[in-house]
T-cell receptor, first 116, second 114 residues
Framework: AQTVTQSQPEMSVQEAETVTLSCTYDTSESDYYLFWYKQPPSRQMILVIRQEAYKQQNATENRFSVNFQKAAKSFSLKISDSQLGDAAMYFCAYMNYGGSQGNLIFGKGTKLSVKP | EAQVTQNPRYLITVTGKKLTVTCSQNMNHEYMSWYRQDPGLGLRQIYYSMNVEVTDKGDVPEGYKVSRKEKRNFPLILESPSPNQTSLYFC?????????????FGPGTRLLVL
């Protein structure tokens, strides 16, 4: 069974600085998707960024980028120029490509605080 | 606006009183799913549906039922709620097309079972 591990329960960053959130996963599959979701205090689950395993190029979305290391099964999220609105829980998630269940496997989350 | 909606957003009920949480999406997505979120456990899938009239169990289906009679709606039914079903529930949908597997989440329903 696939598992997702986020080893940092809490992180803190100064406004305008850069922070990296870690995520590792375990799978025997070669084709899959990886996601980072943000959950602010409103509890809404918001997609931040996604990565297809077959793509070697790391995904980027404005201030958010990932470092995808397939061999190491590592998928970290880098937030540049951190803003107060980035404060939230961040969840790393895995999904098999083409799997009938379409099940997202989530890590337990990292709580990010942003200091003004 | 493309969105997934859930109702109610907050619910307090008592053990054994049947309840339904509705979920609706306006994006014509084929795939819909229910998750529950509990402290320290992340999100876990309850049930999912690949299309109309096609549903199947996720990882934690005990105590729940679902139906998919229309493409846009996927209600979650608790026939006899118990306190261990107190949780935050999310509905999600996806186009379920090649390379478009991203799941979009509803706003969540916070349920307290006394």
């Amino acid at each position: 069974a696939q598992t997702v591990t986020q080893s940092q329960p809490e992180m803190s960053v100064q406004e305008a600085e850069t922070v990296t959130l870690s995520c590792t996963y375990d799978t025997s599959e070669s084709d899959y998707y990886l996601f980072w979701y943000k959950q602010p205090p409103s509890r809404q689950m918001i997609l931040v960024i996604r990565q297809e395993a077959y793509k070697q190029q790391n995904a980027t979305e404005n201030r958010f980028s990932v470092n995808f290391q397939k061999a190491a099964k590592s998928f970290s999220l880098k937030i540049s120029d951190s803003q107060l609105g980035d404060a939230a829980m961040y969840f790393c998630a895995y999904m098999n490509y083409g799997g009938s269940q379409g099940n997202l496997i989530f890590g337990k989350g990292t709580k990010l605080s942003v200091k003004p | 606006e493309a969105q997934v909606t859930q109702n109610p957003r907050y619910l307090i009920t008592v053990t054994g009183k049947k309840l339904t949480v509705t979920c609706s999406q306006n994006m014509n997505h084929e795939y819909m799913s229910w998750y529950r979120q509990d402290p320290g456990l992340g999100l876990r899938q309850i049930y999912y549906s690949m299309n109309v009239e096609v549903t199947d169990k996720g990882d934690v289906p005990e105590g729940y039922k679902v139906s998919r009679k229309e493409k846009r709606n996927f209600p979650l039914i608790l026939e006899s709620p118990s306190p261990n079903q107190t949780s935050l529930y999310f509905c999600a949908s996806s186009p379920r097309m090649l390379y478009q597997e991203t799941q979009y989440f509803g706003p969540g329903t916070r349920l307290l079972v006394l």
